[in-house]
């Protein structure tokens, strides 16, 4: 095993023991959130990777639903107990984070030799059901059906409380290449019989059966689905084998993408196809602020868009397919946001500011006559301890302005705070993208800047 592993596998260790050990002072509520600290800690020391937080909705009764990836062997905290490495990381690194409460997740009643099972889900207080293969023998058939019956009320009843559910429709776990599997239709007998309006939030995921030495963990966010009426039977086998259909689709479309961003750039070549004769046009690009800028023509109506954004991009990927993508004959302007993302890479401000420079004279070589707009990297909740390196690279790509005439720095960093202060008020959910009011900003400051 690697340090890396060891290393992973001692902090899940310690989550575990944090939970088993913990005291009968504390609620279950501060035993979950207990955990959900210890898994935030373990999950710090390794690689993974977000995606579509985006798509988080900013209230509502959620149910978080996941393929159901097997563990790596080696990540055993005791006597071959595991604890779930998707589902722990769902409920801590997305739901605890994005909503400040873990998730109420679903977990099997445990046989009478996993002792260390059955301490650690009884301590954290779940919902639990029976599933097949993990049935005691002296547990009745009627028995079972009697529990997992209760499993409707008791989900409705942390829903009405305001928490978020999460859950398996499976009722089993894969590996990454076998992923996923059959999805049984418990979620939507479940929303059969609840009686308000519902979100589900899928998640894909991947990689959580590997080591985490060698690959990423990673997971996206799809949008929620709402529904608000009762289903009938004839309803619930509807949507479950539409939502079967749907996750093969998108955990087979998330093996097909790397780190590269392959699968979006082959995506955004199909519209620069579609577009390569447009006459002077303004090419919005960059990483996800300018991906997820949806209202982008009609904030500039007047004008030949290009929205060519992918999200997660580096300034390194966004420098290396910028000749293959930005493939225009004279455009009007192009318009960076770019440098965010770096942040996580560990580099220092003057290290993305020099990436910046490069980028903005390979850009300048190119097309001589077109301006170059600078949208200013925006301050955020999720970033809001790195406030200090993002004022600092902002006020190191405004000083490049004396080195490329056609360099315009737009300033939008001050019109994003609130009373001097960093506020969720132009982001969405996950505190990191904008929402509707913030790129009104955005298209003020662009309009102003590059006088369009």
Known sequence: MSKIDELFLSFLKDAFISVINSPNSLSVEEIRSLSSKKIQEAFSKVKYEIHGTENLPTEGNLIFIYNHLNNHPLYSVAENFQITLDSHFISSMIIDKYYDKPGIRVSRHSLPSEKFHKIYYDKLGYIRVYAKNFIPKDVSDLEVKRVNKEFYGNASKYLKKGYSLVLSPEGASYSTEESPGVFKKGLFKLI???????YVVPIVTLNFDKLSSKFVFKC???KPIKYENILTNTEVEIENNRLNKKYKTWVNNMKLYDYDFSFEINKLLSQVKSNKNTQSPIVFYGSS???????LNEDFKNENIINLGFGGAFIDSLSKNFNLLVNFTNPKAIVIYLGGNDLTL??????????IKKFVEKISIRYPNSK?????????VERKNRLVDIKQINHGVN???NDFPNLIYVDVFDQLLEGGKVTSKFLLQDGLHLNKEGYKILTRAVKAKLKI
């Open 399 to 401: 000083l490049l302005v």
């Open 346 to 355: 560990n580099l220092t401000p003057q290290e993305i500011i020099f990436k």
């Open 372 to 380: 170059v707009g600078y949208i200013t990297i925006k301050p955020s």
């Open 289 to 295: 602020t300018i991906r997820l800028w949806k209202s």
């Open 220 to 222: 996206e966010i799809k």
């Open 192 to 198: 059969s019989k609840l009686t308000t309006s519902i």
